[in-house]
Nanobody, 116 residues
Framework: QVRLVESGGGLVQTGGSLRLSCAAS????????MGWYRQAPGEERRLVAR???????YYVDSAKGRFTISRGSAMNTMVLQMNDLKPEDTAVYYC??????????WGQGTQVTVSS
C-alpha cells in the first residue's frame, strides 16, 4: 500500500557529503514516522536517524553532528544530509515508514560507498 523510493546514494571520498532522499506514495495516513536505516555487508540492518510527526528527531551516536534528517520540500518526502562521511558509513541505506499499529514499509535501498 505504501511505496518508498530512495535516491542520492553514490561513491564519495572520506570527508565528503551526500544527500539522500526518500519519496513516499500510496495509502498514507496523517501520522507516520519515517527514518533511515543502513545495512553493511555481513551486518544487521540498523537505525541511523528517525523523524517523528512533530518534527522530533533521533540519531544514532555515530551520526550525531554529521547527519541531519528532515522532511523534504515536497509532500511525503524525507531527506538525510550526510556530511563528513567516513568509510564506516559504507552501507545500503533504506528508507522506512511506520504507521501506528502497522507493519513497517521499506524502500529498495540505495548504496553509499565512502572510500579512504
Amino acid at each position: 500500500q505504501v511505496r518508498l523510493v530512495e535516491s542520492g546514494g553514490g561513491l564519495v571520498q572520506t570527508g565528503g557529503s551526500l544527500r539522500l532522499s526518500c519519496a513516499a506514495s500510496g495509502s498514507l495516513y496523517n501520522f507516520h514516522i519515517m527514518g533511515w536505516y543502513r545495512q553493511a555487508p555481513g551486518e544487521e540492518r540498523r537505525l541511523v536517524a528517525r523523524i517523528f510527526d512533530d518534527g522530533t528527531t533521533y540519531y544514532v551516536d555515530s551520526a550525531k553532528g554529521r547527519f541531519t534528517i528532515s522532511r523534504g520540500s515536497a509532500m511525503n518526502t524525507m531527506v538525510l544530509q550526510m556530511n563528513d562521511l567516513k568509510p564506516e558509513d559504507t552501507a545500503v541505506y533504506y528508507c522506512n515508514l511506520q504507521h501506528r499499529n502497522s507493519d513497517p514499509y521499506w524502500g529498495q535501498g540505495t548504496q553509499v560507498t565512502v572510500s579512504s
